[in-house]
């Protein structure tokens, strides 16, 4: 039989055996990982845990060996930020409701609303103000003097807005650079051999 396989058991020699029987034995833990096996009857013995898929090794127990990982400074970074993303996922799951995104944040309302309240009462101020210089100054002395509130206005508005759109951007700004906060602890824990 060219495909027929041997095993040693207990000083014996054991077969010929089908490809598929020698693997049942070795799923009945008959064949272990030292068991001596081979090919034909005058192939090379071989350990059965050295010949790919005949033996599925079994875990040893934490305190039978030491950990013969290596501990590199990559693999504990690599480690460590394995254990932050998953309680990071642990503990976005039980807060979701404080996952707030800037855009769902109520911060741009509010500034749209005070914008909107600001245009209001310069647009209220300006008229109420133009009547009051037509009703009180002389015609040519009060259209100067609605063209300066005019102007003194328009900067006004545009210095506001510009002061508003700075917010938003600092709020934004916050909001992206939150997570480098974590990174930053994580290269403190890499530096510090943690």
């Not at 990559?74 to 996952?99: C, G, M, S, Y």
Request: charged share 20%.
């Amino acid at each position: 039989m060219a495909d027929s396989f041997y095993y040693q058991s207990n000083g014996k020699t054991q077969g010929p055996l089908a490809p598929s029987a020698l693997k049942q034995l070795a799923n009945e833990g008959v064949i272990v990982e030292s068991t001596l096996v081979r090919k034909g009857e005058e192939g090379a013995w071989h350990q059965a845990g050295k010949i790919p898929g005949l033996v599925t090794p079994k875990p040893a127990e934490a305190d039978e060996f030491p950990s013969f990982e290596t501990d590199t400074p990559p693999d504990r970074a690599r480690r460590t930020i394995r254990k932050a993303e998953e309680q990071a996922e642990k503990v976005a799951a039980k807060l979701w409701f404080l996952d707030l995104k800037f855009s769902q944040f109520f911060t741009p309302k509010l500034i749209g609303v005070l914008w909107a309240i600001y245009l209001c009462l310069v647009v209220f101020t300006f008229l109420g103000s133009a009547v009051w210089f037509l009703l009180v100054l002389p015609a040519l002395f009060a259209l100067l003097a609605i063209i300066f509130q005019f102007i003194v206005l328009t900067f006004a508005l545009i210095f506001t807005r510009i002061v508003l759109e700075v917010f938003m951007v600092i709020f934004r700004v916050a909001e992206h650079l939150e997570p480098l906060k974590h990174l930053e602890y994580l290269k403190h824990l890499e530096n510090h051999g943690k």
